[in-house]
C-alpha cells in the first residue's frame, strides 16, 4: 500500500499520550495513528490483517502439545518450536513470515533445525526434496502457482503463495496451520522411520484434496 505524507494539526497532548501507547504498543507514531484512522473509517490496513492472521495462528497453536508458538503483536512474523522423535529431543524452529504486498507470494515459511549429527542433517535433507517433489506433483497442478523453494545449511524455505480463493483472517490462519502442522508431523514420522516417501505423499495428498483453502 502506498504511503504518502501528511501534514496535521494535533494537541501535543494528544501526540504525548500516542507516543506513549505507541512505545508500550511496539509500533511508532506514525503506524499507530494510521491505524487508528483505519479502524475509524472501518477499513483494515495489510498490517492489521498481517497481525489478526498470526494472531489467530497463535490462538489455533496453542492447544497443541506438538508446536509451541511465539507471537509479539504488532510484528510481521512469528514462531513455533517443536521437538524432534529423535535422540537428545532436538528442536525445530518454525518461522512465518507474512508480507505487506499484493503479490503472488503473500509471505514464507522458514524451518530451521540445529544439530551436528550428519545422519539427521542428511535424512531432514532428503525429507525437505521428498516435499519439493511432492508438492510439485500434486499442489502445483492444482493452483497453478508459482512456489519457491531453497535449502541452506540448516534451513528450508518455502514461499507461501496467495490462497487460491477468497478466504477471511480466520480461514488463512486455519490453513497456515494446518499446513505446518502437516508438515511438522509427518517430517517427525518420516525421521522416526514410521513413514517411507510413499507413505508421506499418500497422507499430504489426502489432506490436499480435502483442504478447503491451499496456499
Not at 10 to 15: C, G, I, K, M
Not at 103 to 128: C, K, P, Y
Request: with cysteine; hydrophobic share 40%; glycine share 4%.
Amino acid at each position: 500500500m502506498k504511503k504518502t505524507l501528511y501534514s496535521l494539526m494535533l494537541d501535543e497532548e494528544v501526540v504525548r499520550e500516542v507516543d506513549k501507547l505507541a512505545h508500550r504498543m511496539g509500533t511508532n507514531r506514525s503506524a499507530l495513528i494510521n491505524q487508528i484512522l483505519a479502524e475509524a473509517v472501518d477499513y483494515t490496513t495489510p498490517e492489521r490483517r498481517i497481525n489478526d492472521v498470526l494472531s489467530a495462528i497463535e490462538t489455533l497453536m496453542q492447544p497443541s502439545r506438538e508446536l509451541v508458538p511465539f507471537f509479539a503483536p504488532n510484528s510481521f512474523s512469528m514462531s513455533l518450536k517443536s521437538s524432534l522423535e529423535y535422540k537428545y529431543r532436538p528442536t525445530v524452529k518454525y518461522e512465518v513470515e507474512l508480507f505487506r504486498g499484493p503479490d503472488e507470494s503473500i509471505g514464507q515459511l522458514s524451518v530451521i533445525f540445529r544439530t551436528q549429527s550428519m545422519a539427521l542433517i542428511n535424512a531432514m535433507t532428503d525429507f525437505f526434496r521428498l516435499w519439493k517433489q511432492i508438492e510439485d506433483a500434486h499442489l502445483r497442478p492444482l493452483t497453478g502457482a508459482s512456489i519457491d523453494y531453497a535449502l541452506y545449511d540448516g534451513k528450508f524455505v518455502r514461499s507461501i503463495t496467495a490462497p487460491d480463493k477468497d478466504c477471511s483472517t480466520d480461514e488463512l490462519a486455519g490453513a497456515l496451520s494446518e499446513y505446518i502442522k502437516l508438515f511438522d508431523k509427518l517430517m517427525k514420522a518420516y525421521l522416526a522411520g514410521k513413514l517411507d516417501a510413499h507413505d508421506v505423499e499418500a497422507a499430504y495428498y489426502s489432506q490436499m484434496i480435502n483442504a478447503p483453502i491451499h496456499i
